[in-house]
């Protein structure tokens, strides 16, 4: 009597499940998916030559900073902004506006 009651309740539900999965499967592929995920080889590799060619950036960075506080410091790069620019008056404001009289 018990055995009856249980599949009372789920035989229909398998059924129904069953039935889903028939309808679904003309509409969706229900194969397992392929988990093979390609190889990241490619990113990798794009990866590794930005990290290099940064590193290089950055040695390069600092070399040309050294170059500057050495010539900072032997006074080979003298310059000022007002002896080496010339001076330009700023433009003259414009003119007023004409008055404007209402009729």
Excluded: C, W
């Amino acid at each position: 009597m018990l055995y009856k009651g249980v599949l009372k309740r789920v035989l229909p539900f398998f059924l129904t499940f069953a039935a889903g999965l028939f309808v679904a499967s003309f509409f969706v592929s229900i194969a397992t998916p392929s988990f093979s995920f390609p190889r990241k080889s490619h990113k990798y590799r794009e990866m590794h030559r930005l990290r290099m060619e940064n590193n290089d950036l950055r040695k390069s960075n600092s070399e040309l900073r050294k170059q500057l506080e050495e010539a900072h410091r032997n006074s080979e790069l003298r310059f000022s902004l007002d002896s080496d620019f010339p001076r330009f008056d700023p433009p003259p404001p414009p003119a007023p506006r004409a008055p404007r009289f209402e009729r």
